[in-house]
T-cell receptor, first 113, second 114 residues
Framework: DGGITQSPKYLFRKEGQNVTLSCEQN?????MYWYRQDPGQGLRLIYY???????QKGDIAEGYSVSREKKESFPLTVTSAQKNPTAFYLC????????????FGQGTRLTVV | AQSVTQPDIHITVSEGASLELRCNYS??????LFWYVQSPGQGLQLLLK??????LVQGIKGFEAEFKRSQSSFNLRKPSVHWSDAAEYFC????????????FGKGTRLSVIA
């Protein structure tokens, strides 16, 4: 089945450690996104990528990094510079333009202790 | 830049009653508009979208939404709510120029009571 796979579903890390969240899609979509979700805050855009080897910062990119070496993959690294990394992270993709409907993965809940 | 306001944080309706979730957007031209639904701990599922044309849009699960340019609104409706509709609902907007991603509202949590 085509879709977006985020792994792991739950992730625990100690404060000060970098952690990488995986996002893979087999929909042949060009654009991919990372959103952060906090209770009562809706979804906030971290990074997005329209093509391989290119990506742009979203509204809350500080403390995060991404890469887009393959069309299918868009991993997100939460660095130790992120002040409050505990959150629910959602990866999404869209077929072409970035202003069209996005398809979402099931999310990764990151807890930093 | 575009923005979205969902005025209601939490709504409770009785099963079988009608539902309307409000969404107001800010954008200089005709936007692209979306409604998504999210069950707890899950990703988002697209309910419906509006790009152009007929301002009343039909979606999945019996939902519909109406684009009203004069009110900058895109309210979501359902004539009869089922208990399984309890979830969080997000409205999103994108510019029609193609160079900005979706911007989401903060969501409305729907509770359904018997």
């Amino acid at each position: 089945d085509g879709g977006i796979t985020q792994s792991p579903k739950y992730l625990f890390r100690k404060e000060g450690q970098n952690v990488t969240l995986s996002c893979e899609q087999n929909l042949n979509h060009d654009a991919m996104y990372w959103y952060r979700q906090d209770p009562g805050q809706g979804l906030r855009l971290i990074y997005y990528s329209q093509i391989v080897n290119d990506f742009q910062k979203g509204d809350i990119a500080e403390g995060y990094s991404v890469s887009r070496e393959k069309k299918e993959s868009f991993p997100l690294t939460v660095t130790s510079a992120q002040k409050n990394p505990t959150a629910f992270y959602l990866c999404a993709s869209s077929i072409e333009r970035i202003n069209t409907e996005a398809f979402f993965g099931q999310g990764t809940r990151l807890t930093v202790v | 830049a575009q923005s979205v306001t969902q005025p209601d944080i939490h709504i409770t309706v009785s099963e079988g009653a009608s539902l309307e979730l409000r969404c107001n957007y800010s954008y200089g031209a005709t936007p692209y508009l979306f409604w998504y639904v999210q069950s707890p701990g899950q990703g988002l599922q697209l309910l419906l979208k509006y790009f152009s044309g007929d301002t009343l849009v039909q979606g999945i699960k019996g939902f519909e939404a109406e684009f009203k340019r004069s009110q900058s609104s895109f309210n979501l409706r359902k004539p009869s709510v089922h208990w399984s509709d309890a979830a969080e609902y997000f409205c999103a907007v994108a510019g029609n120029s193609g160079n900005t991603p979706l911007v989401f509202g903060k969501g409305t949590r729907l509770s359904v009571i018997a």
